[in-house]
């Protein structure tokens, strides 16, 4: 993925994290605007989903393969160290 694209979607994400943090509408109840927001709906759905029932398969999934992500008490791990751990 390039970075820009990187980028854009992460301001994206956190735009609506925000909105939907900051308003009382829900998740699934946000409208997308364009085809990246919808995608982006759709993988935050998929991710809480999986959280919420503990469905690590599909928990694993909705993380991105190169990515660093916060765990236990701040220590980042990558995907696969997620993986191995859970």
């Known amino acids: 993925m390039r970075p820009l694209r990187y980028v ?3 301001l994206t994400l956190l735009i609506v994290s925000m909105s939907i943090a900051c308003s009382q509408i829900t998740l699934s109840d946000y409208q ?7 995608e982006i709906k759709t993988v935050l759905l998929e991710y809480l989903d999986a959280k ?3 469905d ?3 928990y694993l999934a909705c993380l991105h393969d190169r990515g660093r992500f916060h765990f236990e008490c701040g220590r980042q791990l990558s995907r696969g160290e997620i993986g191995q751990l859970l």
């Open 52 to 54: 919420q029932r503990f």
């Open 32 to 38: 997308a605007r364009n085809q990246a927001e919808e």
């Open 56 to 58: 690590i398969g599909r």
């Open 8 to 10: 854009t979607i992460m």
